[in-house]
């Protein structure tokens, strides 16, 4: 246990319907971080916090996607009018100061039916 | 060309044998490499961070660093069945994540 937590771990929607995630980041640190890890490939970068600032998103991003994180402790994912596309296993990170290591933290494992 | 590429995969060794797991990136400004191991269905969790061209050792791992050529490099010696695991290799902050090598460590 990283100390990162994710919530959901399992989310199982309909076509359309919109999903939110969430990631609990080790407390004393202040960037935060979202990926999306399909099978059989490494993680990709979606985007990137500061505190409270997005201060990098990917182009994977496309508009249905937001990320927030208002308090610059927890943030939350949401996916609007999901597609099939988008099953996938989403993964927050943390990283604290000046440390360049990312610790992961479980995993929100999407299906989209 | 992917910015990390990983020398494809699946790798199988014998228990106590040494595996070797390569990884090459495209972005020259990349100071920072990270090796990180996920089992199935796991998130990934780090094993070794390098910043120096050369060799870091940590155990029964050791990552390898060079520069010029962009290249890294991770061997486990002793290998053992909980090796058994894919073997991620990842450049720089915003991570960017090779896709993997599956490793098989036969008992």
């Known amino acids: 246990d990283t100390g990162v937590s994710q919530d959901p771990r399992h989310k199982i929607t309909k076509r359309g319907q919109n999903v939110t995630f969430r990631c609990d980041p080790i407390s004393e640190h202040n960037r935060l971080y979202w990926y999306r890890q399909t099978l059989g490939q490494g993680p990709e970068f979606l985007t990137y916090f500061q505190n409270e600032a997005q201060l990098e998103k990917s182009r994977l991003l496309s508009d249905r996607f937001s990320a927030e994180r208002p308090k610059g402790s927890f943030s939350t994912l949401e996916i609007q009018r999901t597609e099939q596309g988008d099953s996938a296993m989403y993964l927050c990170?943390?990283?604290?100061?000046?440390?360049?290591?990312?610790?992961f933290g479980p995993g929100t494992r999407l299906l989209v039916l | 060309q992917k910015e990390v590429e990983q020398n494809s995969g699946p790798l199988s060794v014998p228990e106590g044998a040494i595996a070797s797991l390569n990884c090459t990136y495209s972005d020259r400004v990349s100071q920072s490499f990270f090796w990180y191991r996920q089992y199935s269905g796991k998130s990934p969790e780090l094993i070794m961070s390098i910043y120096s061209n050369g060799d870091k050792e940590d155990g029964r791992f050791t990552a390898q660093l060079n520069k010029a050529s962009q290249y890294v490099s991770l061997l486990i010696r002793d290998s053992q069945p909980s090796d058994s695991a894919t073997y991620l290799c990842?450049?720089?902050?915003?991570?960017?994540f090779g896709s993997g090598t599956q490793l098989t460590v036969l008992p």
């Open positions: 990842a450049a720089a902050r915003q991570l960017t």
């Open positions: 990170a943390s990283r604290g100061g000046y440390q360049e290591t990312q610790y």
